[in-house]
């Protein structure tokens, strides 16, 4: 029996995990205690590696289509394949005829982390696709033009605050998101118990509403009119205070006229939030001791998105709580992290390029998947005709799924990098797998960016594995668009890559490493703290750096240096949610998604621990609107929209506030060519059939999942009494 320590790479807490061996058999997987960051807390996930480390459904092999079937190759021959069909492409129709989707487990995987970089820049694609445009982009592209970069993102420091506000964020399930934060449960219940307060405004009565002082069940897609109308009490209260941000902070007043058309009297018919509680809101806010505001994917994913995740900082910059403690902070992570570093940065901004068919706008260097479909579908200049996926499943994760997945089968060829045989890359030509998370080394390059505590943790890969790293699986993709053919001399690509990095730190790699060890030891040597990668690997538990701190204004790098707090570029879409003042709801219905604990997006659905129990895909559906329209809990209904219509159980609750339906994102699974019998036995359902692909956030392109207008209809009389 052995043991290791490792860091889950499964969501957004980086808890530390202590795993049981017996041989090669993973016997056990407990919360770390000795965890410098989540001392010991482990979710359902996070126990579930190993049956991912030992699911018979992973892919072991990679697959090639012949005659339309997938069968086992050599790896030699799986990239001879690539070799002879992407290049071809690429030659004939130009780089932007590739369309690359990376998913959300490319963030978790520090292979892909690093050395994707790597290939999508030798590819040279204009039509890369991430997960961030149905997910997060809006806070991106609201904390590029408030701070000057897109990761320039400020987070709760909930171990310090006092009053705590949370719209469309459930992170007793999520475990946090853009806020890396283990053992969520445990930081709540201690603001509580320190005397503070925590405030939770989000359509359904979720895990975490129930546990908050105080809920609001707020209209979806409204929340921006909702902060407007704070912002607005503040300052017609004269309850501003920048405190010490007064001298780093431009467009103040810009931002009081702009809210004056915002009274709570005025959004109060169209958020469903009483005009007394906003203002009660807006003062307690102004009067804690610290406070912080955030929000997430329900905030991000609506018509609205861009503006609600600017009025979140602007909300903290008003009252004073921006980069002090207990209010909202920017982390400064040991390794990667842009806003560190020494010197002057180039100020963030988007629309550097468009997409060919719709016109939407690039931010971060990707654009908006909901086009996707769009830029394979149409001829002419430009059209996509090779698709890579990079640990994704786009066709249940983005709106107007079945038509994307219609427009797969379009394309001249097609690659995917996965573990599972799932519903996207069953249209794969070649579909290559990776390692399991145990059999490779981690680091969170990303997520430590967003920690509310400072930490660095290294996890060295706790067995070995079978198959190649996914470093080497993009090197040898990065030789094949270069036009060098599929069997490079990885050592010399790797070296070239790490003397590329180590360029650019005025550093030189560490002698005796190379892939992903010799890049994090470059890029921490390069960061803030004095570290290498030899002092993680001495600290199985990881490295305590403190608490987070203020950076105002090293962390800026906008135009003027400040904080920008009314940039044109956001302040422009201000008329269109006026004109949402006219809106107030009248019967109809709306769609939002909703978190479970046991599941992040598709990924893990095919792990046994993780499914069990009651069919947890269901629309949920307060009781007057179930009377109203005729629906029973348990008996299936119809949800209709503009772009489709599925079959889902009803489940008949008042978690959720009339006028709006519920269904958990990332169902929907089996279907000819997929291999994964787990995932298929709980298939649930796509509610992304339902999602409008031209509904989206105006400002970012940020797909519209939450408050999509949809009818619910009986697909058959009820069979029992009718729920009321």
């Excluded at 049956?51 to 072991?60: G, K």
């Excluded at 949370?166 to 992170?171: I, S, W």
Aim: hydrophobic share 40%; net charge negative; charged share 20%.
């Amino acid at each position: 029996m052995t043991t290791a320590h490792v860091t889950c790479p499964l969501c957004e807490a980086t808890c530390g995990l202590t795993v049981t061996f017996d041989g090669g058999q993973v016997t056990e997987v407990r919360g770390d205690a000795e965890d410098v960051f989540s001392h010991g807390f482990i979710c359902p996930k996070g126990a579930s590696l190993g049956a991912l480390h030992h699911d018979p459904d992973r892919l072991r092999t990679p697959l090639v289509k012949r005659d339309g079937k997938h069968v086992p190759v050599s790896w030699d021959e799986a990239f001879a394949e690539i070799d002879t069909r992407l290049l071809p492409i690429i030659e004939a129709h130009g780089r932007d005829a590739v369309a690359v989707y990376a998913g959300n487990p490319s963030v978790h995987n520090l292979s892909t982390a690093l050395y994707g970089r790597v290939f999508f820049k030798a590819l040279g694609t204009r039509n890369f696709y991430t997960a961030g445009s149905v997910d997060q982009l809006p806070k991106h592209y609201s904390s590029g033009y408030l701070f000057g970069d897109g990761m320039t993102i400020p987070v709760p420091d909930v171990d310090r605050t006092q009053h705590l506000l949370m719209l469309g964020a459930n992170p007793l399930v999520s475990n946090g998101s853009l806020m890396t934060a283990p053992d969520m449960r445990g930081r709540l219940k201690a603001i509580r118990e320190r005397g503070g307060k925590v405030v939770v405004v989000d359509p359904r009565r979720t895990r975490t509403a129930q546990v908050a002082d105080e809920h609001h069940a707020i209209r979806p897609g409204t929340d921006a009119l909702l902060l407007f109308a704070l912002v607005n009490v503040l300052f017609a209260e004269d309850r501003v205070s920048l405190g010490h941000l007064a001298e780093h902070v431009t467009g103040v007043a810009d931002v009081a006229e702009l809210a004056r058309d915002f009274p709570p009297e005025a959004v109060a018919p169209v958020t469903g939030i009483p005009a007394g509680d906003i203002r009660r809101m807006a003062r307690e806010l102004a009067a804690a001791e610290s406070a912080a505001v955030y929000g997430r994917i329900g905030t991000t994913t609506q018509a609205f998105g861009t503006l609600t995740s600017w009025l979140v900082d602007v909300l903290n910059v008003l009252t004073g709580n921006l980069d002090r403690p207990g209010g909202v902070m920017f982390p400064l992570a040991a390794a990667g992290q842009a806003n560190s570093a020494p010197g002057k940065r180039r100020p963030f901004r988007h629309g550097r390029w468009r997409t060919r068919v719709r016109g939407l706008p690039e931010v971060l260097g990707e654009v908006p998947v909901a086009t996707l479909a769009d830029e394979i579908l149409t001829p002419g200049d430009g059209q996509v005709r090779a698709l890579i996926t990079v640990s994704g499943n786009p066709c249940l994760s983005t709106p107007n799924a079945g038509r994307l997945a219609e427009s797969l089968a379009r394309l001249d060829f097609m690659v995917s990098l996965d573990i599972y045989r799932n519903e996207t890359t069953r249209h794969a030509d070649v579909i290559l797998p990776g390692p399991t998370p145990l059999e490779r080394p981690h680091y969170d390059v990303a997520l430590y960016q967003l920690a509310v505590r400072n930490v660095a943790n290294w996890t060295p890969p706790a067995m070995p594995g079978d198959l190649p790293p996914e470093w080497v699986t993009m090197l040898r993709l990065t030789s094949i668009v270069t036009g060098q053919g599929p069997n490079p001399d990885i050592e010399a690509l790797d070296a070239f890559v790490a003397a590329q990095l180590a360029q650019r730190s005025g550093l030189e790699p560490a002698a005796g490493r190379r892939g992903p060890e010799r890049l994090i030891d470059l890029m921490l040597r390069a960061g803030p703290y004095d570290l290498t990668l030899a002092d993680l690997e001495a600290a199985p538990h990881g490295v305590d750096l403190g608490p987070l701190r203020p950076r105002v204004p090293e962390v800026l790098s906008t135009a003027s240096g400040k904080i920008e707090l009314a940039p044109e570029a956001i302040t422009a879409d201000v008329p269109r949610l006026a004109a949402e003042l006219a809106h107030v709801p009248d019967g109809e219905l709306v769609l939002i998604g909703r978190r479970q604990l046991s599941s992040n997006n598709s990924w893990m659905h095919n792990l046994e621990p993780l499914v069990r129990g009651k069919n947890r895909c269901t629309v949920q559906v307060h009781p007057a609107d179930a009377a109203r329209l005729g629906l029973a809990d348990g008996e299936p209904a119809l949800v209709s929209s503009t772009a489709g219509e599925i079959e889902v159980p009803v489940e008949v609750t008042e978690e959720i506030r009339p006028g709006v339906v519920s269904i958990p994102h990332g169902w929907g699974h089996g279907g000819p060519g997929t291999q994964t019998a787990v995932a298929a036995a709980h298939a649930g359902v796509n509610s992304n059939l339902v999602a409008d692909e031209t509904l989206l956030d105006a400002l970012s392109g940020t797909a519209v999942l939450n408050g999509i207008p949809v009818e619910v209809t009986p697909t058959r009389p009820p069979t029992g009494p009718r729920a009321v």
